[in-house]
């Protein structure tokens, strides 16, 4: 815990000058909003196993002769869950010859000081919530840690967009060609996405999920096009015309041109020791203090074909 600034400004020493937890201020975080539009589920299991039926025509002309056409399949899909810890250690001591003095207590204790709790509330979980929506759940990348490393934020768990990345690859993921979004005619391309979703799946209720700014742009695009008399920009909306679609932002694909669309129940957030994300272990060693909290989460797809995105294979089929 670095405290270096705030002794140099305010000198090495406490002074009670009416100060308190209110004065120590902190920026806007980005909580959980990703979580919110999934689908979710608690499990036991590290790798949540599902199966896909899927049938070929069988209706066919009547004969006498028996010639069945084996339409029936059942293929396995599986989303993996990722184990996520954070681990912390503080010297509080650090804290009680500064203007920050007031978190102290004259406890031997120091795991029991307002301290600890000030920055599990105010700092760790906040953290934690903006760390998962904004580095793991759209654009995490797995990757195996170094012993004894700490690990990177961002490389604990395989994100929407590098899952949909990999269906659209191996061809299990729908890809809609609407070109490079324009801000000028987003509006077209959201609905040229849309009519490149399956038809027996257009009737379904679904978001067509894109970053904060893309949603912007969309609604300024629908606004600026001509077919709508409107007194205010609150009467544009989200909807995409003539269908039960809508737009919605996801800050996890901010800073991306990544659309996709997906029924609610097919978009999956899962969970194991979930409670474990917002209860610290508080552990004190002489009068170091550790926090320690380690979680399971995963999200993913049911099934792939019922995936729309506008991204594009890597490589070329057939290259």
């Given amino acids: 815990m670095n405290v270096q600034e705030i002794i140099e400004a305010f000198g090495a020493y406490y002074e009670n000058s009416g100060q308190n937890q209110s004065r120590v201020k902190t920026m806007l975080t980005q909580g959980l909003i990703t979580p919110g539009v999934c689908t979710a589920a608690k499990t036991d299991d590290t790798i ?24 029936a399949a059942i293929t396995p899909n599986e989303i993996r869950l990722y184990h996520f810890k954070v681990d912390e250690d503080i010297w509080p ?4 010859a500064t203007w920050l003095g007031f978190l102290e207590t004259e406890s031997v204790t ?37 012993a004894g490393v700490s690990g990177v934020t961002g490389s604990g768990m395989d994100g ?79 909807s995409i015309d003539f269908t039960p679609q809508r737009v919605m932002e996801l800050p996890c694909l901010n800073g991306t041109d990544v659309l996709f669309a997906t029924p609610k129940e097919n978009l999956l957030h899962l969970t194991k020791k979930s409670s474990n994300k917002t209860k610290f272990s508080i552990e004190e060693s002489k009068r170091e203090v550790s926090f320690l909290c380690d979680w399971w989460e995963g999200m993913g797809f049911g099934m792939n074909a019922a995936v729309w995105t506008n991204m594009v294979p890597t490589v070329p089929i057939g290259g």
């Avoid at 070929?56 to 002309?61: A, K, N, T």
């Avoid at 001591?93 to 009680?96: A, G, L, S």
């Avoid at 920055?119 to 929506?133: A, H, R, S, V």
């Avoid at 269906?167 to 391309?189: H, M, P, R, W």
């Fill in 93 to 96: 001591d650090d804290i009680e």
């Fill in 110 to 146: 120091r795991k029991e000081w307002p301290l600890v709790k000030f920055l599990i509330e105010k700092g760790y979980i906040p953290q934690i919530n903006q760390d998962m929506e904004l580095f793991e759940y759209g654009k995490g990348i797995y990757a195996e840690p170094a």
């Fill in 160 to 238: 929407l967009i590098t899952q949909l990345q990999r269906g659209v690859d191996n061809e299990t993921i729908n890809s809609v060609a609407i070109g490079a979004l324009d801000k000028d005619s987003i509006y077209d391309q959201v609905e040229a996405f849309v009519d490149g979703i399956s038809q027996v799946y257009q009737g379904i209720p679904m978001a067509v999920f894109m970053s904060q700014t893309w949603r912007k742009h969309y609604l300024r695009d629908k606004r600026d096009s001509g077919h709508y008399f409107k007194t205010s920009d609150k009467e544009v909306d989200e």
């Fill in 48 to 71: 949540f196993r599902l199966a896909k039926l899927s049938l070929q025509r069988v209706v066919q002309p009547f004969q006498k002769g028996w010639t069945p056409r084996n339409a």
